[in-house]
């Protein structure tokens, strides 16, 4: 791999996700092995695709907390989906919050599950900030390497 | 409840995504691809049972649990009932031992947890000898 400045501050930034806990180290040098010169976007498609679709989870069990009576599958379902998701893309605080939201909503606590969800859109929304420019930075570094 | 002469299609084995997570699917397919398996995908259980009703058979169903319109359970339990003897694996991120029964008792071979990776494929297709 080049050792440009982008390189340079592409492997700063991924260092500092691994430093807070926002991607998990294992599984992200995983997915990396996956990537290859028949898909060179392999990693930022998969970032790409997360972010959309869990920012779609995260809109649907929101709608379904708030809904009157609760929705309970919906939650069910899309709970699983957020957690399996960002399980495998190493997102880990959004996959640990998810699993908050979960045991707290199990337990029947609709205010503390309404509360966590609140947590988790946070922790989602500053995931997001980092990882649109991560990825955008990638996509810019891809040319020099191809 | 695999055949034990391997693929359906040849000497590369088949296998079979179903899960409605598209992030899921890209990477279970890549892993899949990276150990030489031929792999489609379905989104749902119901569109796993078409497939098979057209007549496509794969040597390893990698089969979600939670999904709409047909789940994990009802897919895996459908298929048996069809006839189908593929490994079929569910993929799931429950950990409550009942849910994990519930599911193996649908008629599944085995179960993991997600996320897979190559070495869980590996172990699983080491099992029933499909590789070394």
Redesign the interface.
Known sequence: MANTPLHQQLSIMKQSFFDEGLLDHE?VS??ET?E?ED?PD?IE??FT??LR?SSRYIDSIEKALEATPVDYSVM??ML??L???S???GASKINGETNTLRKVFHDGDIESAKASLQKLKEEHANFKEKLVIYVGMLKEAKPSEY | MATSNGSSTGTKITALVVD?????N??HC??LN?LGIENHVATNGKEAVDLHCSGKKFDLILM???M?IMNGIEATRELRAMGVRSIIVGV???SIKQEIQEFMDSGLDDYQE??L?SSKVISILRKIDFVD
């Open positions: 599984q995983y997915l996956l290859n898909d392999f498609n998969l695709m997360f679709d069910e379902r699983y989906q957690k399996g998701s399980a495998s893309i | 409605d997570d598209r992030v899921i890209a990477i890549k892993l990276k979600d649990r939670d709409p799931s991120t429950r997600k996320p990776t």
